[in-house]
């Protein structure tokens, strides 16, 4: 008889300034607060930095197998026209594994999906010493997200490219 075994999912040590930068869209943030006289918050332990990029912490960094797991916490919602706009992105994680990489968020909807946001360009780069670093690696919005930003930009739309920290202990 065989048995298969699963990679067991297994829990990484985390820094403290390990975080996800991402700015969503740039020309979604302006569009929001100068042409639809919205604006949006930020909320959750995010933090908006230099040129309205959003930081998220890291929560959570779980390796399964060839795959990661970063759970990120943190919002920003973009509200607009009278509140009929409103994009949250809530709690982002990226999946990553050697040939994919998705960013996934929670959405206003249901806040127990996830909805992916964005496809990386990239898979996963080899860990140094020093950790994971991406940086600016490009990303395209996912089918799953077109409805989020209204049906205005279609699936494989460039969004903001994503850098992440992550320092690993080992
Ligand atoms: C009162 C209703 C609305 C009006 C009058 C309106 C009007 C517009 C206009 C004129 C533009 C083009 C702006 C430009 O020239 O760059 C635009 C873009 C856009 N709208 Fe709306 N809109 C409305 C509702 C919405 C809603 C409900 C959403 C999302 C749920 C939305 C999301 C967007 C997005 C994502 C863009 C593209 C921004 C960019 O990246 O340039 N809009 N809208």
């Given at each position: 008889?065989?048995t298969?075994?699963?990679?067991?999912p297994?829990?990484v040590?985390?820094?403290?300034?390990?975080?996800?930068?991402w700015?969503?869209?740039?020309?979604?943030?302006?569009?929001?607060?100068?042409?639809?006289?919205?604006?949006?918050?930020?909320?959750?332990?995010?933090?908006?930095r230099?040129?309205?990029?959003?930081?998220?912490?890291?929560?959570?960094?779980?390796?399964?197998?060839?795959?990661?797991?970063f759970s990120?916490?943190?919002?920003?919602?973009?509200?607009?026209?009278?509140?009929?706009?409103?994009?949250?992105?809530?709690?982002p994680?990226?999946?990553?594994?050697?040939?994919?990489?998705?960013?996934?968020?929670?959405?206003?909807?249901?806040?127990?999906?996830?909805?992916?946001?964005?496809?990386?360009a990239?898979?996963l780069?080899e860990?140094?010493?020093?950790?994971?670093?991406?940086?600016?690696?490009?990303?395209?919005?996912?089918?799953?997200?077109?409805?989020?930003?209204?049906t205005?930009?279609?699936?494989?739309?460039?969004?903001?490219?994503?850098?992440?920290?992550?320092?690993?202990?080992s």
């Open positions: 008889m065989t298969t075994t699963a990679a067991t297994e829990a040590a985390i820094a403290m300034e390990d975080a996800l930068d700015a969503v869209r740039d020309s979604l943030t302006t569009y929001v607060t100068k042409i639809a006289r919205g604006g949006y918050t930020v909320d959750g332990g995010a933090v908006e230099e040129g309205g990029v959003f930081s998220f912490p890291l929560r959570r960094a779980v390796r399964e197998g060839a795959d990661w797991r990120f916490v943190g919002s920003v919602r973009f509200v607009a026209h009278g509140g009929l706009m409103d994009i949250l992105i809530k709690d994680e990226i999946v990553v594994g050697p040939d994919r990489g998705v960013l996934a968020t929670h959405v206003a909807d249901d806040p127990d999906e996830l909805l992916a946001v964005v496809a990386l990239a898979a780069p860990a140094d010493e020093a950790g994971l670093t991406w940086s600016g690696v490009p990303t395209q919005l996912a089918p799953a997200a077109v409805d989020l930003f209204g205005v930009y279609p699936a494989g739309t460039e969004m903001a490219p994503i850098s992440i920290r992550i320092a690993l202990d």
